[in-house]
C-alpha cells in the first residue's frame, strides 16, 4: 500500500555527511548529560517500599499523590492495578527512615482522607534487588543487539549489521541522554519501551537493506548511492504509513494514558522519532561507507570450464 508515490529519487546520500554528523553530535551531547546528571531511577533500582492499598470504591489518584506530596513522597509512584479500587505506590527510601516505620505513616496518613483504606501488601526492595535489575537490564539489551547483529548478518552481510546495530545504539543512547537531561524517572517500563524500540527501529532497517539487496540485483549500471537513493525514496509511503499510525497510538498514550503510562510512551515517542531519522539517514550512509557493493549481496554464476581435449 502506498499513500503517495514520489517519482524522483530523493538524493539523501549526498546529505550523508551532514546528518551523521547531526547524529554524532546528539549522541556526544546525551552520553555527556548521562554521565554529568546520571538517570534519575525509580524504587526498583535504587530500593525502595511497595505498598498495595484497597479501597472499597474507586481510588482517587491525585489526592493520593497529594497526600504523598505534603509528606514530602514527592518522587513516589502511584498507580492503579487490576481495577480502580488497587492502588499500587512505590515509595522511595527516606532519610532516617526504615520501610515499616514509613509505610505506617504512609497508610495512616491515607486513613485519614479514607477510613475504608486496605494494606494488601508491603514489600521492601533492597540496594541489591536494585542492582540486579540493571545487570538483567543491560544483559537484556545485550543479548538483543547479539540477536539483532546475528540476524542481519546472515540474512544480509555483515555490513549492514554493524550499520543496524550503531543506529539502534544511537536511538538507546539519546532516550538515556533525554531523560538523563530532563531528569525524567526511569523505571522498569521505560526499560520496556527502550527494548521496544531496539526492535522497531531494526524492522524500519531490514525494509531498507532488503530494498537495498533488491536494487543491486534489479538495478543495472547504478551506483552504490543511487541505489541506496532509490531503496529509501521507493520505501518513504511505507515508512510515513507505518511510523504514522504507530506514533497516533503512542501519541494517545502520552497524552491521556495517565502518569502510570507517560514515561513509557514518552520513551517510546523519542525512540520512534530518532529511529525514523537513524535508519534511513545513519544506518544508511553507514552501509555505503562500509563499502557494500553488488559483489556483496548478488552471487556471480560460476563458469563451466570446458574439459580441453
Given at each position: 500500500?502506498?499513500?503517495?508515490?514520489?517519482?524522483?529519487?530523493?538524493?539523501?546520500?549526498?546529505?550523508?555527511?551532514?546528518?551523521?554528523?547531526?547524529?554524532?553530535?546528539?549522541?556526544?551531547?546525551?552520553?555527556?548529560?548521562?554521565?554529568?546528571?546520571?538517570?534519575?531511577?525509580?524504587?526498583?533500582?535504587?530500593?525502595?517500599?511497595?505498598?498495595?492499598?484497597?479501597?472499597s470504591q474507586a481510588a482517587n489518584v491525585d489526592q493520593i499523590r497529594s497526600e504523598l506530596d505534603k509528606m514530602g513522597l514527592d518522587q513516589a509512584t502511584v498507580q492503579v492495578y487490576g481495577s480502580a479500587k488497587n492502588v499500587m505506590l512505590r515509595l522511595p527510601n527516606k532519610k532516617d527512615t526504615n520501610s515499616a516505620t514509613l509505610s505506617n505513616s504512609v497508610f495512616n496518613t491515607l486513613k485519614v482522607g479514607s477510613p475504608d483504606v486496605q494494606i494488601k501488601s508491603v514489600e521492601y526492595i533492597g540496594p541489591q534487588v536494585g542492582r540486579d535489575l540493571v545487570n538483567n537490564g543491560l544483559m537484556a539489551i545485550a543479548f538483543v543487539c547479539i540477536g539483532i547483529m546475528i540476524y542481519l548478518a546472515l540474512?544480509?552481510?555483515?555490513?549492514?549489521?554493524?550499520?543496524?546495530?550503531?543506529?539502534?545504539?544511537?536511538?538507546?543512547?539519546?532516550?538515556?541522554?533525554?531523560?538523563?537531561?530532563?531528569?525524567?524517572?526511569?523505571?522498569?517500563?521505560?526499560?520496556?519501551?527502550?527494548?521496544?524500540?531496539l526492535g522497531y527501529s531494526v524492522n524500519e532497517s531490514v525494509v531498507v537493506f532488503d530494498r537495498i539487496r533488491e536494487n543491486f540485483r534489479t538495478i543495472r549500471g547504478g551506483t552504490v548511492p543511487q541505489i541506496i537513493n532509490n531503496a529509501i525514496t521507493a520505501t518513504m509511503s511505507r515508512t510515513i504509513i507505518t511510523h504514522g499510525c504507530t506514533e497516533m497510538m503512542v501519541l494517545s498514550m502520552l497524552f491521556f494514558g495517565g502518569p502510570s503510562l507517560h514515561y513509557f510512551a514518552l520513551a517510546l515517542t523519542i525512540g520512534i522519532l530518532f529511529g525514523?531519522?537513524?535508519?534511513?539517514?545513519?544506518?544508511?550512509?553507514?552501509?555505503?561507507?562500509?563499502?557494500?557493493?553488488?559483489?556483496?549481496l548478488v552471487k556471480q554464476p560460476k563458469r563451466k570450464e570446458e574439459a580441453v581435449v
Open positions: 500500500m502506498e499513500f503517495f508515490k514520489i517519482k524522483k529519487d530523493i538524493p539523501f546520500m549526498s546529505y550523508g555527511r551532514l546528518t551523521t554528523s547531526i547524529s554524532l553530535l546528539t549522541f556526544i551531547l546525551a552520553i555527556f548529560f548521562l554521565f554529568s546528571r546520571g538517570l534519575n531511577l525509580s524504587v526498583e533500582f535504587t530500593g525502595g517500599t511497595l505498598m498495595e492499598v484497597q479501597y540474512r544480509f552481510e555483515w555490513r549492514f549489521a554493524v550499520a543496524a546495530i550503531l543506529a539502534n545504539m544511537h536511538d538507546v543512547v539519546i532516550i538515556l541522554g533525554c531523560f538523563a537531561a530532563f531528569q525524567w524517572e526511569f523505571s522498569l517500563t521505560v526499560l520496556a519501551a527502550i527494548l521496544a524500540v525514523i531519522y537513524s535508519s534511513v539517514l545513519v544506518a544508511s550512509p553507514i552501509v555505503m561507507w562500509l563499502g557494500v557493493s553488488r559483489e556483496n
